[in-house]
């Protein structure tokens, strides 16, 4: 069953501009991770956060896990067409397997 | 860098084939995962594998079974393809020590068509 539910399913946006994305989920969690899957690739993890951390950076991306809510948001700061992806978050519960959402799909528009 | 290989991007195969999908990690990670995604569904998980002969069916084993005879390699076979299992499929690793954050290293993933 998924866990994660991303929000929206999809997103344009011009060059230059941020995109906030946004996964929700279900249950308690031990941490939450990003994953950026270009058009028929396999998937690149990203970013990591724990369920203790309420904010993380990583070059132009900054998560936000928000524990109360069950939800987290990832945005990419100062947008580059190379960022067109979709994007997904995948929840653990502190054993092997993560249980991913549906994803985002998001465009740049040079 | 970790490396997950699959053998192959593309395949075709006729309702009814068997099929392996075979891939291969040079990490020496213990897990290893096979997932199919579909348009909506998102990444569903098909089987897992902790060790060498070790297995656990995911979310949606039916149809599937998998073999891992070595710690590097995790094959998916699919003993009687159906058009249904057309899909994308991918393979990840994973180390679980101690102190891990599970994250996984995908393959560039199968897209398997059965006509």
């Known amino acids: 069953s998924q866990q994660g539910e991303e929000d929206p399913q999809a997103l344009s946006i011009q060059e230059g501009e941020n995109a906030t994305m946004n996964c929700s989920y279900k249950t308690s969690i031990n941490n939450l991770q990003w994953y950026r899957q270009n058009s028929g690739r396999g998937l690149v993890h990203l970013i990591l956060?724990?369920?203790?951390?309420r904010e993380k950076h990583s070059g132009r991306l900054r998560v936000t896990l928000d524990t109360s809510k069950k939800s987290s948001s990832l945005l990419i700061t100062a947008s580059r067409a190379a960022d067109t992806a979709s994007y997904f978050c995948?929840?653990?519960?502190?054993?092997?397997?993560?249980?991913f959402g549906t994803g985002t799909r998001l465009t740049i528009i040079p | 860098d970790v490396k997950v290989t699959q053998s192959s991007r593309y395949l075709v195969k006729r309702t009814g084939e068997k099929v392996f999908l075979e891939c291969v990690q040079d990490?020496?990670?213990?897990?290893m995962f096979w997932y199919r995604q579909d348009p909506g569904l998102g990444l569903r998980l098909i089987y897992f594998?902790?060790?060498?002969?070790?297995?656990e069916k995911g979310d949606i084993p039916e149809g599937y079974s998998v073999s891992r005879e070595k710690k590097e390699r995790f094959s998916l076979i699919l003993e009687s393809a159906s058009t249904n299992q057309t899909s994308m499929y991918l393979c990840?690793?994973?180390?679980?020590?101690?102190?891990?954050?599970?994250?996984?290293?995908f393959g560039p993933g199968t897209r398997l068509t059965v006509t």
């Open positions: 990490m020496d990670h213990e897990n």
């Open positions: 995948a929840t653990n519960f502190g054993n092997e397997k993560l249980t």
């Open positions: 990840a690793s994973q180390t679980p020590r101690t102190g891990s954050s599970y994250e996984q290293y």
């Open positions: 956060i724990r369920s203790n951390e």
């Open positions: 594998s902790y060790d060498v002969k070790m297995k």
